[in-house]
């Protein structure tokens, strides 16, 4: 790993974008249509007809998914950067002017690394994903009402499982273990502040709770995620990690 004070003022922005992309993703689901929000007892002919009617929020709600991707991709090397090398002394040299031994442990820094960039593949697999469903809604909005069964039948098939991540393993569970090992190491070192630690370690606990509630279907696990987690935990994290950068990047 390098440290690189232009790679933690680029991180300051993207953990900025992060936060506010992830609260938008959470207004913008509140201003879709009851149908739209996931409710279990609405069939795939109601979601997609609500939709065509009124589209506007659900594809702003894909949009802030895709900038929310983008900008974890950018955010995740310095937030990782900023643990491997701050530190621990509260008034030691700024993390450029660290000697080695201020370094995080190899075997820590292993840890920062594969998480590091298990959390990108999340991230990427975000954007992707959400562009590709902006993608398709676009395409199919302006035809599913006037197409004949069949057509409308293929589109509830091809949306429900050929444009989700499974299970959120990736988009949830990856960002999810990276955020408690920044937070764990963090922590347990004292190279960063105990609040912003113990804030990512609920953080990580609600997105990986998300895996649960998606792959078991216990939607109070999915609610957790998306309400608690994505909506304030997560944004609160970030906009921390942002401030951080900031601070340690002058």
């Given at each position: ?19 506010a992309?992830?609260?938008l993703?959470?207004v ?34 894909h ?7 983008l ?42 690394l ?11 697999v975000m ?24 057509f ?41 502040p ?10 990580a606990g ?9 792959g ?16 304030l ?18």
């Amino acid at each position: 790993m390098i440290d690189d004070p232009s790679i933690r003022r680029i991180g300051s922005v993207a953990s900025f974008g992060v936060a506010a992309a992830y609260f938008l993703t959470g207004v913008f689901a509140v201003l879709m249509p009851p149908e739209l929000q996931g409710r279990p007892d609405v069939t795939p002919h109601t979601f997609w007809s609500v939709l065509s009617a009124d589209p506007t929020a659900h594809l702003c709600f894909h949009a802030a998914w895709v900038a929310a991707g983008l900008f974890g991709i950018a955010a995740v090397p310095a937030i990782s950067l900023l643990v491997s090398f701050a530190p621990p002394a509260a008034q030691a040299p700024p993390a450029a002017q660290a000697p080695p031994a201020a370094q995080a442990p190899q075997a820590r820094r292993g840890a920062l690394l594969w998480s590091g960039l298990a959390a990108l593949l999340g991230y990427a697999v975000m954007a992707r994903s959400h562009l590709m469903e902006l993608a398709w809604d676009r395409k199919i909005i302006p035809l599913y009402e006037a197409a004949d069964p069949a057509f409308q039948q293929a589109v509830h098939v091809v949306a429900g499982l050929a444009l989700d991540v499974g299970d959120g393993v990736l988009t949830y569970g990856a960002p999810g273990v990276w955020v408690a090992v920044v937070s764990w190491i963090g922590v347990r070192d004292g190279r960063l502040p105990a609040s912003f630690c113990w804030l990512g370690l609920a953080t990580a606990g609600a997105l990986l709770a998300g895996v649960a509630g998606y792959g078991l279907h216990l939607r109070p696990f999915v609610v957790l995620a998306v309400g608690v987690g994505g909506f304030l935990l997560v944004p609160a994290w970030f906009v921390r990690a942002g401030l951080l950068l900031r601070g340690s990047s002058k």
